[in-house]
């Protein structure tokens, strides 16, 4: 079984940064990838990045590809997401997820419980 805690999340101010940490823990991630979705009110979930836990392959959505980073660290089995110039339309309910075979947005089968991202005008 494969657990995912996130955390990071907050209010923060349009153009401003920040940091959201997916914890991972039960399994050897060697073959895993892990993505981070975000959820909107009244939207549908949607993707945001992935990363191997190898980190050679990334892949990101176009509306955050210029501003949010994703990178990994192995000894501390987390996936960071770095959140730059936010925008009020990223505010959203932001989650990790994992899965095994290739780095994209679908078939992820381990969800974590989500940390709140607010952006304010």
């Known amino acids: 079984q494969v657990q995912l805690v996130e955390s990071g999340g907050g209010l923060v101010q349009a153009g401003g940064s920040l940091r959201l940490s997916c914890a991972a823990s039960?399994?050897?991630?060697?073959?895993?990838?892990i993505g981070w979705f975000r959820q909107a009110p009244g939207k549908e979930r949607e993707f945001v990045a992935a990363i191997t836990w190898s980190g050679i392959s990334t892949n990101y959505a176009d509306s955050v590809k210029a501003r949010f980073t994703i990178s990994k660290d192995d000894a501390k089995k987390t996936v960071w997401l770095h959140l730059n110039s936010l925008k009020p339309e990223d505010t959203a309910v932001y989650y990790c997820a994992a899965k095994q075979g290739r780095v994209g947005p679908r078939g992820y089968e381990y969800w974590g419980q989500g940390t709140q991202v607010t952006v304010s005008s």
């Open positions: 039960g399994r050897t991630f060697s073959r895993y990838v």
